[in-house]
T-cell receptor, first 113, second 114 residues
Framework: DAGVIQSPRHEVTEMGQEVTLRCKPI?????LFWYRQTMMRGLELLIY????????DSGMPEDRFSAKMPNASFSTLKIQPSEPRDSAVYFC???????????FGPGTRLTVT | DQQVKQNSPSLSVQEGRISILNCDYT??????FLWYKKYPAEGPTFLIS?????DKNEDGRFTVFLNKSAKHLSLHIVPSQPGDSAVYFC?????????????FGDGTTLTVKP
């Protein structure tokens, strides 16, 4: 298996632009997690899905952030409009219900200028 | 309120010696604890876990100790190797189904010097 796939790996955009991050979880996994890593706040959970349904989005910073999981093999995290403070590394992770651990993708490094 | 804390941002040890990484938690409902390792430009990878019914779990050079009364866990790496240099995250969760989420600490950067 190729593992969790994220695209793009790097994204540089200007303030006010829309940004869409993409994630393909490991086949067969039924939970998907979006995290953000910054120096100030560490690794924080933004939202997670179970069986394509959002379970907890309490970590989503504000209405500018939205996430979707239209099917078991694809999820997006959208920021509209983007701001410089959104600059961070965004990780997607997936897992299977009975597993304790999560499998992380390589991350998307987002820079908003 | 940060429920999982790694109070040491960094740790440096000599190759061959023991590395001890510490983690504290506040939520007494947590019953599973995990350690992840992260190399630069990669996502975290699972290293080792422990259930709250145990106080020790060992896997090769890696051992995790849990002190429930103190709400403290530690990861021991013996002997430390340069390839162990990475950021180590402690995580905690409630229940053993993954519909639940893990709460992560901020990480400790371990540097093992040759």
């Amino acid at each position: 298996d190729a593992g969790v796939i994220q695209s793009p790996r790097h994204e540089v955009t200007e303030m006010g632009q829309e940004v869409t991050l993409r994630c393909k979880p490991i086949s067969g996994h039924n939970s998907l997690f979006w995290y953000r890593q910054t120096m100030m706040r560490g690794l924080e959970l933004l939202i997670y899905f179970n069986n394509n349904v959002p379970i907890d989005d309490s970590g989503m910073p504000e209405d500018r952030f939205s996430a979707k999981m239209p099917n078991a093999s694809f999820s997006t995290l959208k920021i509209q409009p983007s701001e410089p403070r959104d600059s961070a590394v965004y990780f997607c992770a997936s897992s299977f219900d009975r597993d304790l651990e999560q499998y992380f993708g390589p991350g998307t490094r987002l820079t908003v200028t | 309120d940060q429920q999982v804390k790694q109070n040491s941002p960094s740790l440096s040890v000599q190759e061959g010696r023991i590395s001890i990484l510490n983690c504290d938690y506040t939520n007494s409902m947590f019953d599973y604890f995990l350690w992840y390792k992260k190399y630069p430009a990669e996502g975290p990878t699972f290293l080792i876990s422990i259930s709250s019914i145990k106080d020790k779990n060992e896997d090769g050079r890696f051992t995790v100790f849990l002190n429930k009364s103190a709400k403290h866990l530690s990861l021991h790496i013996v002997p430390s190797q340069p390839g162990d240099s990475a950021v180590y995250f402690c995580a905690a969760r409630q229940g053993n189904t993954n519909a639940g989420k893990s709460t992560f600490g901020d990480g400790t950067t371990l540097t093992v010097k040759p």
